[in-house]
């Protein structure tokens, strides 16, 4: 009996958040880091049709980095990437284009399994991301920048309280495929379709002052102390995409911001239903 009044509790401190988040759209990005583990995405997959569930709109955009990395040994391809961003030479960008689709499947079909709707947005199901070429492509290779968004073709899936999974990969203006960082993506498709929330879920449990140092972890870290992080080389690789990710959305509107440990059981459910904020959260200077 106890434990049951304890579960009705929980379930009613989260009525405020449910209710002030009722109907927005929260962009959430799920690294392929922590997509590596079937069970895990399995919990983070159940957190995110929850959260459509009561009201919230999810949007799904997927990483996919350990799996693009297998699929190059296996090939015998290089492995190359500047400042978190992976060298994509064309021949790289279909196999990086086979794995994502096969990637954003996967978590189509696993919300599916679940009982909750999905609609898959990959290059062969609907192109909502168009690119350019980065302005890098020298060096780069096939890497992309957004130019737009088709925010509609979100906004309408998302209505029918479907969930969309989209892929980072583009047909851009010339018919070119493109590699788009996924945290670029969820970025630009936040403020693209007016989300209040963009999360990066990640396998670290957020920045940390020194890396692989938990005790370290930034709960809070404003814009220009982040900036002076990646000056100083303390924030690197894949979580300098991040931040500015995160950075560009705050500048453009999206209220907040957070990376967040993908590994942690219901780390999603803890961040947006309790105060206890976990992770951390980029926040604009005051
Ligand atoms: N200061 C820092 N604090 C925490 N992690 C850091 C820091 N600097 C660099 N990192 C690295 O950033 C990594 C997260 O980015 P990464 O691109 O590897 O994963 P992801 O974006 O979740 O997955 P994917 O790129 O496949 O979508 C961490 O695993 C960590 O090694
Ligand atoms: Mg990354």
Do not use: W
């Given at each position: 009996m106890e434990k049951a009044i304890k579960k009705a509790d929980v379930l009613i401190e989260a009525l405020p958040y449910i209710k002030s988040y009722s109907?927005?759209?929260f962009v959430i990005k799920y690294g392929g880091s922590a997509l590596i583990?079937?069970?895990?995405?399995?919990?983070?997959?159940?957190?995110?049709?929850?959260?459509?569930?009561v009201g919230i709109r999810p949007i799904i955009v997927h990483g996919g980095g350990p799996f693009i990395n297998e699929e190059f040994r296996k090939l015998g391809k290089k492995v190359e990437f500047t400042e978190g961003l992976r060298v994509t030479t064309k021949d790289d960008i279909t196999v990086v284009d086979r794995v994502l689709s096969q990637v954003n499947e996967g978590i189509v079909s696993d919300i599916k399994t679940i009982g909750g709707r999905a609609v898959s947005m990959n290059t062969s199901k609907k192109n909502v991301i168009i690119a350019r070429p980065h302005k890098d492509s020298?060096?780069?290779?096939?890497?992309g920048e957004i130019d737009r968004v088709s925010a509609e073709t979100i906004r309408n899936a998302v209505r029918p309280r479907a969930i969309p999974v989209i892929s980072p990969v583009s047909i851009g203006e010339d018919k070119e495929l493109y590699n788009i960082n996924a945290d670029d993506a969820a970025s630009e498709i936040a403020m693209a379709v007016k989300a209040v929330k963009l999360i990066l879920l990640t396998d670290v449990k957020?920045?940390?002052r020194h890396?692989?140092?938990?005790?370290?972890?930034?709960?809070?870290?404003?814009?220009?102390?982040?900036?002076?992080?990646?000056?100083?080389?303390?924030?690197?690789?894949g979580m300098i995409p991040k931040v500015r990710a995160c950075m560009n959305a705050l500048n453009a509107g999206v209220t907040k911001t957070h990376i967040i440990d993908g590994r942690i059981q219901h780390s999603l459910l803890l961040e947006i239903f309790t105060d206890k904020g976990i992770g951390t959260e980029i926040v604009k200077d005051k």
């Amino acid at each position: 009996m106890e434990k049951a009044i304890k579960k009705a509790d929980v379930l009613i401190e989260a009525l405020p958040y449910i209710k002030s988040y009722s109907g927005k759209i929260f962009v959430i990005k799920y690294g392929g880091s922590a997509l590596i583990n079937s069970e895990i995405k399995k919990k983070v997959l159940e957190d995110i049709v929850f959260m459509s569930y009561v009201g919230i709109r999810p949007i799904i955009v997927h990483g996919g980095g350990p799996f693009i990395n297998e699929e190059f040994r296996k090939l015998g391809k290089k492995v190359e990437f500047t400042e978190g961003l992976r060298v994509t030479t064309k021949d790289d960008i279909t196999v990086v284009d086979r794995v994502l689709s096969q990637v954003n499947e996967g978590i189509v079909s696993d919300i599916k399994t679940i009982g909750g709707r999905a609609v898959s947005m990959n290059t062969s199901k609907k192109n909502v991301i168009i690119a350019r070429p980065h302005k890098d492509s020298k060096t780069l290779g096939f890497v992309g920048e957004i130019d737009r968004v088709s925010a509609e073709t979100i906004r309408n899936a998302v209505r029918p309280r479907a969930i969309p999974v989209i892929s980072p990969v583009s047909i851009g203006e010339d018919k070119e495929l493109y590699n788009i960082n996924a945290d670029d993506a969820a970025s630009e498709i936040a403020m693209a379709v007016k989300a209040v929330k963009l999360i990066l879920l990640t396998d670290v449990k957020g920045i940390m002052r020194h890396k692989g140092d938990e005790s370290t972890l930034i709960s809070t870290l404003a814009m220009k102390d982040a900036r002076t992080l990646i000056e100083r080389k303390i924030i690197q690789s894949g979580m300098i995409p991040k931040v500015r990710a995160c950075m560009n959305a705050l500048n453009a509107g999206v209220t907040k911001t957070h990376i967040i440990d993908g590994r942690i059981q219901h780390s999603l459910l803890l961040e947006i239903f309790t105060d206890k904020g976990i992770g951390t959260e980029i926040v604009k200077d005051k």
